[in-house]
């Protein structure tokens, strides 16, 4: 449970009277920029935000469980904030947001109501929207490798090590197969595939007495 001072446990008990939503953004190089819906600059958590700015919030949603959940803000663009040279550095990728409701009058006073990530940035003329997880979406991301049986490197890239500045391989393609590797480019030792896993098919297989039935590679 958030715990209130008794100035915005009034606000919100005379219906939000006095309150203001601030969003506070670190970039990815640390940069902390403020923003808010109040016709004047706030400063919350330290952090200067400015009016004037068009950032509003959208739609959100929360769920229950561990589901991640979704806000939206809305905003312009222009030099004293974001910029489009900025968006295009990668600056805002996975930048961190956090919205506060504070008294305007007295900002000091102010609770975190959410927090998450931008995970994409819509650019619509001379504004945007920011699309925002929540915290839990980082439970929804696959880390590490799937296991499967083709190679899920690039052909020539640093896992891979085919040299594709050899004569031999001008124009080679890859189906992602071991017998491709090995047949075509001779390089089974950087495989990064799993060509033993055993498919859907092995659960089909019945025993045969007329091979030889020692466990071995089926490939």
Known sequence: MRALSDGLKAALDSGAAGLATAWILTRADGLRLGFTD?????TVES??????TGWTLGAAHSELGASAGLAAATGALDSAALTEADIARGLYDGARVEAWRALWGDPVQAVLVWRGTISRLVRSGEGFTAEIEGPL???ERVVGRTYGRGCDAILGDARCRVDLSDPAFAGAACDKTYATCAARFANTLNFQGFPDIPGDDFLAVVANAATINDGGSRR
């Open 47 to 52: 952090v200067t935000c400015a009016a004037a």
């Open 38 to 42: 109040h016709d004047e600059d706030l």
């Open 137 to 139: 979406a980082a439970l």
